[in-house]
């Protein structure tokens, strides 16, 4: 059966979120099945969604950290990723209204970053590359070691073989973007369990707003961002 282009949409957008979601869930996922064979072909899956894509989100995540602080008057100190899906951005401690300002858009500026990613595998052209390229390399300046280095390159890398190799590249840009969007919306709910730590910590302290309302607010913005994403292909695709 021969899908029409918006229901070609629909089903790539669906499947990569549940691909995205299969990461998400892999620790209880795994536990279903008792294959040996399929347990490691998912193993192996898992290995690869977690090296090559984990740190593109969350290079995303720590440099919109960055990028609020810059537009607040901060100096970013330094800028650390790992493989392992870690890291952190580090700046000047200064008022509380720009902390909070600054903390707030570590999940916030992930989703829009994710959506823009998206939408640039779809309406591509000279402004969006040279924009999201530009902010990548701005980022090299402060990067605090060589782990990071390569994992900046790697990210203008995958971008830039993704726009040259259009079609292919374009569903690979489409689902880094809904793997991003993705992640800022499940990200925010394991801070519910994490009480001493994390930016829900800090926008509590500095406004006086429980932390569960930046939770629902961040997921609030990532589902937002998804639902565009997916109208926004469905509309180009007529």
Avoid at 86 to 98: A, P
Avoid at 140 to 154: F, H, K, Q, V
Wanted: charged share 10%; hydrophobic share 50%; net charge positive.
């Amino acid at each position: 059966m021969t899908l029409v282009p918006s229901n070609r949409e629909k089903f790539l957008f669906i499947f990569f979120c549940f691909i995205s979601l299969l990461f998400h869930f892999s620790s209880d996922t795994s536990k279903l099945i008792t294959n040996e064979k399929w347990l490691q072909a998912f193993t192996y899956f898992n290995i690869v969604i977690h090296l090559f894509f984990k740190p593109i989100e969350v290079f995303f995540h720590e440099a919109s950290h960055g990028l609020a602080a810059i537009v607040t008057g901060k100096y970013i100190l330094g800028l650390n990723l790992s493989w392992d899906g870690s890291g952190y951005v580090t700046y000047q401690n200064t008022d509380r209204l720009r902390t909070a300002f600054t903390a707030f858009w570590g999940y916030a500026g992930a989703a829009i970053w994710g959506y823009l990613i998206y939408v640039s595998s779809i309406k591509s052209n000279k402004v969006n590359r040279f924009f999201l390229s530009l902010f990548c390399l701005s980022f090299i300046y402060y990067a605090d070691n060589l782990r990071t280095l390569i994992i900046l390159a790697s990210i203008i890398i995958v971008f830039l073989i993704s726009w040259c190799s259009r079609r292919v590249g374009g569903y690979l840009l489409r689902f880094i973007g809904i793997f991003i969007m993705v992640s800022a919306c499940f990200s925010p709910s394991y801070l519910i369990h994490h009480r001493a730590l994390g930016d829900h910590i800090i926008m509590q302290s500095t406004t006086g707003i429980t932390a569960i309302f930046w939770i629902g607010l961040w997921l609030a913005i990532s589902l937002f961002c998804l639902y565009e994403a997916l109208f926004f292909s469905i509309r180009h695709s007529r």
